[in-house]
């Protein structure tokens, strides 16, 4: 099992950056596959960014150029940077993980973008 814990997010005005974090309880490096997911109100959770276990990254169209994620496995955490935020970012982002075909989830971490 992991567990992940989120932080990082906030209220933050249109063209302006948010770092989020995501801390697993274990190293990551026995982790298949971890990623970030968003959700807003009303709307289905999706795919915002992703790292396989062979170290591929997949980025929806609609953070390409903008968000980048990253990981520190000595610090056992995953990052996403996300630049040029936009009022349509607004949602809750959790943290996922794939390990041994189990889908663990972080509580999420609510993002707030104003125009």
């Known amino acids: 099992q992991v567990q992940l814990v989120e932080s990082g997010g906030g209220l933050v005005q249109a063209g302006e950056s948010l770092r989020l974090s995501c801390a697993a309880s274990r190293s990551i490096l026995s982790v298949n596959a971890m990623g970030w997911y968003r959700q807003a109100p009303g709307k289905q959770r999706e795919l915002v960014a992703r790292?396989?276990?062979?170290?591929?990254?997949t980025y929806a169209d609609f953070v390409k150029g903008r968000f980048t994620i990253s990981r520190d496995n000595a610090k056992n955490t995953v990052y996403l940077q996300m630049n040029s935020l936009n009022p349509e970012d607004t949602a809750v982002y959790y943290c996922h993980a794939n390990m041994n075909r189990r889908d663990y989830w972080g509580q999420g971490t609510q993002v707030t973008v104003s125009s």
């Open positions: 790292r396989s276990t062979g170290g591929s990254l």
